[in-house]
């Protein structure tokens, strides 16, 4: 379809305004990751590496739509567990492994987060643009898959597929900093937002055993968490929030150890 049919079709517009939606709902699990990993940069990086993160994103999905023939080969079988008889493809394996490391991630965050220096003898890390960009683009894959997968089985023209994933990424983008933002001042969301990718950690695990949660099950019980949640946060706007123990190092430059501190002085 040429490009004046395709912008007189009424299909095409169903089509692209359908499936920018079902990216942009996709697309949540993305930016809550972003968000926190965002946040262990100093304040004057965070929005360059969300803007980077959500930009591989983009990168990987219209990649992974041109070759659209290796997305339809991960869906077809590699090999068989014998035991439970279960036919295994790429498409398992990348979910998988990736449901895995967003379980570990979530719960060694949570772990930083709560238990503070008396409970452990590793002191505070530097975290660096490069180490928080990779571990984005890492899960940025999984993710991709999914939500080129939803692409390629909702629309036949690749040209309204990637108009749909720009669209949706730029509305991402929008929202990515007042999400980290509200995250950030309220340390109980951000609690919640390191359950959440839990939870999806376990979807996709499920989901490379061909066990289907509805996505719908998932969204609707993140959104009426952060729900009760606000009403919380509102009813006890009073007291101040608990700081949650930072364990990345903020203040100085990759290059500048923290400074130990000196010997306690003795009384005069």
């Known amino acids: 379809m040429d490009i004046l049919n395709l912008l007189t079709s009424p299909e095409a517009w169903i089509a692209l305004i359908t499936l920018t ?3 942009i709902v996709l697309g949540i699990d993305n930016i809550v990751f972003i968000s926190i990993m965002a946040s262990k940069l100093p304040p ?14 983009m990168v990987m999905r219209i990649a992974l739509l041109f070759s659209i023939s290796f997305i339809i080969g991960l869906t077809e079988p590699l090999f068989t567990i014998p035991i439970i008889e279960r036919e295994v493809s790429g498409r398992d394996l990348i979910l998988f492994v990736g449901g895995l490391f967003l379980i ?29 960009i990779i571990q984005i683009m890492l899960l940025d894959i999984v993710f991709s898959l999914d ?41 109980s ?5 390191l359950s959440f990718l839990l939870l999806i ?19 609707f019980a993140m959104g009426f ?4 949640e ?27 150890p923290p400074e130990p501190a000196g010997p306690p002085t003795s009384p005069a």
């Open 225 to 228: 968490s952060v729900l009760v």
């Open 189 to 193: 969301l951000k609690m919640l937002a």
């Open 44 to 57: 004057e990086q965070q929005d360059r590496a969300r803007v980077l993160g959500l930009g591989a994103a």
């Open 201 to 219: 950690g376990t979807s996709l695990v499920a989901e490379s055993f061909h066990v289907e949660i509805p996505k719908g099950y998932i969204y």
């Open 21 to 23: 939606a079902l990216e």
């Open 147 to 187: 939500s080129v997968i939803t692409a390629v089985g909702m629309a036949d023209d690749l040209a309204v597929m990637v108009a749909a994933v720009v669209i949706a990424v730029l509305v991402m983008l929008v929202a990515a900093k007042p999400i980290s933002d509200v995250v950030e001042r309220h340390p």
């Open 230 to 256: 606000v009403l919380n946060i509102r009813s006890r706007s009073r007291g101040k929030p608990v700081a949650l123990r930072d364990a990345y190092i903020k203040d100085q430059g990759a290059d500048s």
């Open 104 to 132: 570990a991630k979530a719960t060694f965050e949570i772990h930083e987060r709560l238990e503070g220096s008396e409970h452990g003898t590793t002191s505070p890390k530097v975290a660096t643009m490069t180490s928080v």
